[in-house]
């Protein structure tokens, strides 16, 4: 079984003008300062990227999966803030996924109420056999979001994936990708060297180059 696994925030949809700064002050400071948890943006920044762990919550007391609830609650409400300004847009070429042949997953490190909201909100939620985000499990698998590879290794085994393609416009996707033992296509004019093919287009994936 052929399996398309795609990143969703910048490869399918755009934030137009994004600002980490705004994001943090939008979704993780409410948080914190309701539970007295001292989080600069230096700390939140490690947290995204990885250099700080997201059980950093647990360090004062709070549990990681309250957290992390609480924070993508405004992570949700910041994405529906982000349609009212319209800045929240769909890249033109999604329309190519319905053409794909194999099944089609949609993944991101946001949880699967952020993933739904969007992927509904511009009608393309039907196009996707399996959704994940990082609260799957309860929060599970907190420590283990994008570069590792368990949640790669979580949809292989769902969805019985045996020929593996991760589409996403990071290099934190293509290391997921190589790691879950996946090809990694980039694309968005973006760079990384651990990506198995470049695309300008998701239009490109079908011309089964890949296969």
């Known amino acids: 079984m052929i399996c398309w696994i795609f990143d969703v925030d910048d490869t399918l949809v755009k934030y137009v003008d994004f600002n980490m700064y705004e994001w943090y002050e939008f979704i993780a400071v409410p948080v914190a300062k309701k539970y007295n948890i001292p989080l ?26 309250r957290f992390w609830k609480e924070v993508d609650a405004r992570n949700l409400e910041y994405r529906k803030w ?46 996707f056999d399996f959704v994940i985000g990082k609260d799957y499990g309860d929060y599970e698998y907190i420590e283990e979001v994008k570069p590792s590879p368990k949640f790669v290794e979580i949809i292989k085994e769902k969805c019985k994936c045996e020929n593996c393609f991760v589409v996403g416009d990071s290099e934190i996707d293509m290391i997921s990708a190589k790691k879950g033992g996946c090809k990694g296509i980039l ?22 180059k890949f296969l």
């Open 40 to 65: 600069d943006f230096s700390v939140w920044k490690g947290m995204i990227e990885g250099k700080i762990g997201r059980r950093y919550s647990e360090n004062f007391g709070i549990p990681a999966e």
């Open 82 to 127: 982000m349609y009212r300004q319209n800045r929240l847009k769909l890249y033109d070429d999604v329309k190519a996924i319905e053409n794909l042949e194999g099944k089609k997953i949609a993944w991101s490190t946001s949880s699967r109420d952020c993933i739904n909201y969007v992927l509904s909100l511009f009608g393309i939620l039907s196009l």
């Open 187 to 208: 694309v968005r004019e973006k760079e990384s060297k651990y990506a198995d093919f470049k695309i300008d287009s998701l239009w490109d994936l079908l011309n089964k």
